[in-house]
């Protein structure tokens, strides 16, 4: 089938959109992946046979300019009219400029499945799927509208979109049981779910090699390594983070991997403090070297806090790159974390929304190598079933279920729709 897949990722591409996109491809699908409208550049790549197409939104409206093309030469009228075409715009029409600039972006690409990544899109995936008769395939990453740092106004937005739009999806899809049980109270209607579990180790892979990342942190080979990777964002709780680094012990550093606006502020808080040594920001890592840099630390931590529904219950990408690396986790006591702890024993929580608190929970396990041992081989046990392969099978099983409109309607009592 050809298959047009959309996520509005403007920066790095999320590695569970990228793996979901090469698994369709690998079972011979045809995927387009739009990924992002709102980009630094224009870009068109080939990734691995998916044809990957990334945007920059110019903010303006073709239908403004067309209006614009029949007024007067007057500069002080066009400003007067731009400004109350995009007053109204965005207070009264259906589809936004940006609406429109999105759609008329995937109308280039026809599809026999339209498959949108997160709420934002949702809208215009809908929008597409019925303009092509195309089946429509929604993977919802978190509880989008229960974003603390999103407006009241557009908070109520996106959850009216989800309400309206989640009805049309023959495929709905989320990341973990906990957010498909809250999917399936708020909309009468449980998604499917595929764990964000990272690919295996290519053949060879040494999990006990520690040298690339102190190579890359200009450490000592015998220096202990507490790591952090992923977006570096202040609601993240990585100023507690940063800041128990005063308290590690004395052969210990904290490396983070990644990058994001918040980082300046990060390095503020260590900068001309007699421990900021201690801390080595690494920047952004390409994916295919993220598994090695990872597999030489000796703790990873996920330091979220519970600042909103959709971070209480999340399961970030990271805690699967840990366990197949072989680094056990340290993380806030939440749902996803305590079941993993239970069933694997690969991660240990604690309450680590302050630096004291951080630092007690992470010298408590630095401090207790047997423990460690221990969590090291739970997460060789663990990477065994938590990987990529297995949930990528589960998605083909859904798409075998989809079939063209054309052929037979589906609707929602059918057998695929429960499989949903």
């Known amino acids: 089938m050809q298959v047009l897949m959309m996520v509005p990722d403007c920066q790095m591409i999320d590695r569970r959109v990228l793996q979901q996109a090469r698994t369709l491809v690998e079972a011979g699908h045809a995927v387009t992946l739009l990924a992002g409208f709102e980009c630094a550049a224009e870009e068109h790549f080939d990734w691995h046979g998916v044809q990957v197409h990334r945007y920059v939104y110019d903010w303006d409206d073709e239908r403004l300019k067309r209006l614009r093309a029949r007024l007067p030469d007057n500069d002080r009228l066009r400003m007067l009219v731009n400004r109350a075409w995009m007053a109204v715009a965005r207070r009264c029409l259906h589809v936004t400029p940006f609406d429109a600039f999105v759609i008329s972006r995937g109308r280039a690409f026809p599809a026999d499945v339209v498959h949108v990544h997160d709420l934002p899109l949702l ?38 979109n989800e309400r309206r739009y989640v009805r049309r999806c023959d495929v709905f ?31 060879g892979f040494d999990a006990s090699s520690r040298a690339d990342l102190r190579r890359r942190a200009g450490l000592p080979a015998e220096a202990r390594v507490v790591l952090y990777q992923g977006w570096i964002s202040p609601e993240r709780n990585l100023a507690a983070l940063v800041q128990a680094a005063a308290s590690l012990p004395r052969d210990a550093w904290l490396a983070l991997i990644g990058y994001g606006a918040y980082e300046p502020q990060l390095r503020s808080l260590a900068e001309g403090r007699l421990w900021a040594d201690r801390v080595r920001f690494l920047g952004r890592v390409e994916p295919e070297e993220i598994l090695a840099l990872t597999a030489g630390a000796d703790l990873g931590v996920i330091p979220y806090q519970p600042v909103d529904l959709n971070h209480r219950l999340c399961s970030p990408n990271k805690f699967f790159e840990y366990v197949q690396a072989g680094v056990p986790i340290l993380a806030e006591a939440l749902p996803f974390f305590e079941e993993m702890k239970a069933r694997w024993g690969v991660v240990e929580v604690g309450r680590l929304g302050s630096p004291e608190g951080m630092a007690e929970a992470i010298g408590r396990l630095l ?16 990477a065994a079933v938590l990987h990529w392969e297995a949930e990528g099978r589960k998605l083909l099983e ?10 037979k309607a589906c609707s929602m009592e059918s057998a695929a729709c429960h499989a949903c």
């Open 123 to 160: 809208k215009h995936g809908a929008i597409l799927a019925r303009e092509m008769k195309a089946r429509l395939v929604f993977d919802s990453h978190e509880i989008y509208h229960q974003q603390e740092g999103l407006t009241p106004r557009l908070r109520r937005e996106l959850l009216r």
């Open 173 to 203: 899809i989320t990341v973990n049981e906990a957010i498909a049980g809250y999917f399936q109270r708020l909309h009468g209607r449980r998604p499917m779910v595929l764990l964000n579990c990272a690919d295996r180790p290519p053949a």
């Open 367 to 382: 401090n207790d190598p047997a423990r460690l041992a221990g969590m090291r081989e739970a997460c060789r046990q663990a």
């Open 398 to 407: 859904a798409y075998a279920r989809l079939e063209p409109r054309g052929l």
